[in-house]
C-alpha cells in the first residue's frame, strides 16, 4: 500500500512541476514544444431526480513536459522506493 502511495505521489508531483515547466517553456523559442498541450473535455450536464440536482462534467489536459516528467517520475520510483525502505 506505501508502495501504491508513492508512486501516486510522485505521479501528482511531476504532473505539477511538469505544468510549470511547460508554462515557463513556452515563451523560449527552442523549448515552445514542451508546452504543447491538448485538452479533452466533456460538457458539464445536470440530471434534475426533483430531491436532488447532480451536475457531471470532466475536463482533462496534458503537456509534453508532463508527460516527460512523469515518465521521469516513474523511472525514479525503484530509487525513492528504495531510500524509504
Known amino acids: ?3 501504491k502511495i508513492l508512486l501516486i505521489a510522485l505521479l501528482i508531483a511531476a504532473a505539477i512541476i511538469g505544468s510549470i515547466a511547460g508554462t515557463g517553456a513556452e515563451h523560449i523559442e527552442a523549448l515552445d514544444w514542451l508546452a504543447y498541450s ?12 426533483v430531491i436532488i440536482k447532480l451536475t457531471f462534467g ?3 489536459s496534458m503537456s509534453v513536459s508532463q508527460i516527460l516528467f512523469m515518465i521521469l517520475a516513474v523511472a525514479l520510483y525503484p530509487k525513492f522506493n528504495k531510500m524509504l525502505s
Do not use: W
Not at 38 to 49: G, W
Open 1 to 3: 500500500m506505501k508502495n
Open 38 to 49: 491538448k485538452h479533452i473535455s466533456i460538457s458539464p450536464f445536470e440530471l434534475n431526480l
Open 58 to 60: 470532466c475536463d482533462f
